[in-house]
Each structure stands twice: as C-alpha cells, then as structure tokens.
C-alpha cells in the first residue's frame, strides 16, 4: 500500500508532481481505481498545464471569495487551519523523527506521505491505525467537496478518483464509522 498513497500524494500536490505520480503507475495494476488514476495522468500529460495549475490552486490554496477545499484535517474536523487535528498528527510525526517543513503537518498529502513511510519500513499496524483516525474521517468529504466545487475536469475526476480510493480503503480495513 506504500506506493498506493504514495502516488496519491503526489497526485494532491498538484499537476507539477504528475512525472513522479506517473513513474508509480504501475505499482497499482491490480487495483480497481489504477485506470481512473491514469486518466488523470493523461490529462496532465496532455492538458494545458497552465489551465489545470489555475484550477489546482481555485481549488486548494486560494480562491475568492473563499477558498472551498481546503486540504486540511483539522479543516473538515474543526472549521479551522492548524487546530489541534494538525497538532496530534504532528506529534505522529515527531515519533518517527518527521516534521512536515513546507506543509501543515494536516495536509492532505503530508497525511498520505506520512502513511506511505510507515508502510514502507513495515509499520503496517501503525500506518493502518493512522488510516483509520485521521484519513477516513476527513478524506471523503474533501473528495465530495472537490467534485460539487470544483471548476474544471481535472479537479472532478481527481475528487472522483480520490473517493474511490477511500471506498476501496475502507472496505480494505473494514472501516465502519463510528
């Protein structure tokens, strides 16, 4: 599951990182969203990077009137930036010697970078606890917002492709909200 979030995290970061979202493709064959993932690709790849670089940022880190989507945890649990969802993650990532610098430690791909780490140095039970806490609680109305607000395809079937992802973790994980 490392390169799964792995992938995702870059893909949230925006259209930039598409080259290294694109060079994991294929640590995801198997799954059910791997098509809808490289559709996304593709748009970037052939797309006006430009006009999808402007819906990135309408969508993540400024719009006017309003930002809509604001890809925080402590957003969606709280109604506030760096509230104390982004301060219990942080001190996750102290744990393992980690301190997000150019992100709130609640950003959506910090939290889905965070998770990739951890199953890559065989923290299974860790990364899964984490999952279960902080993503699936927040992530899936991020991805709803995304597809109601959103200003443009590539936003949409990002969102769509995103909320897909979760369906396929929460039954993965035998998530049931509490």
């Not at 309003?66 to 509230?83: A, D, I």
Request: hydrophobic fraction near 40%; glycine fraction near 6%.
């Amino acid at each position: 599951m490392w390169v799964d979030y792995k992938l995702f995290s870059y893909l949230l970061l925006g259209p930039r990182f598409n080259y290294q979202a694109e060079s994991l493709l294929g640590g995801i064959l198997e799954k059910p969203y791997y098509k809808e993932v490289e559709n996304i690709i593709l748009m970037v790849k052939q797309g006006e990077y430009d006009k999808l670089a402007t819906e990135y940022t309408s969508c993540f880190i400024n719009d006017y009137p309003r930002l809509l989507c604001p890809p925080y945890e402590s957003w969606y649990k709280e109604r506030s930036v760096y509230g104390s969802s982004a301060l219990e993650v942080a001190d996750i990532y102290n744990k393992y010697g980690i301190r997000a610098v150019k992100s709130l430690p609640d950003h959506i791909a910090v939290e889905f970078e965070f998770t990739s780490f951890l199953y890559s140095i065989g923290e299974v039970e860790n990364a899964e606890k984490f999952i279960i806490k902080h993503i699936l609680t927040w992530v899936p109305q991020l991805a709803n917002d995304m597809i109601a607000y959103s200003k443009g395809d590539y936003i949409r079937a990002l969102g769509k492709t995103l909320l897909n992802f979760i369906k396929y973790e929460k039954n993965r994980l035998h998530f049931v909200k509490e």
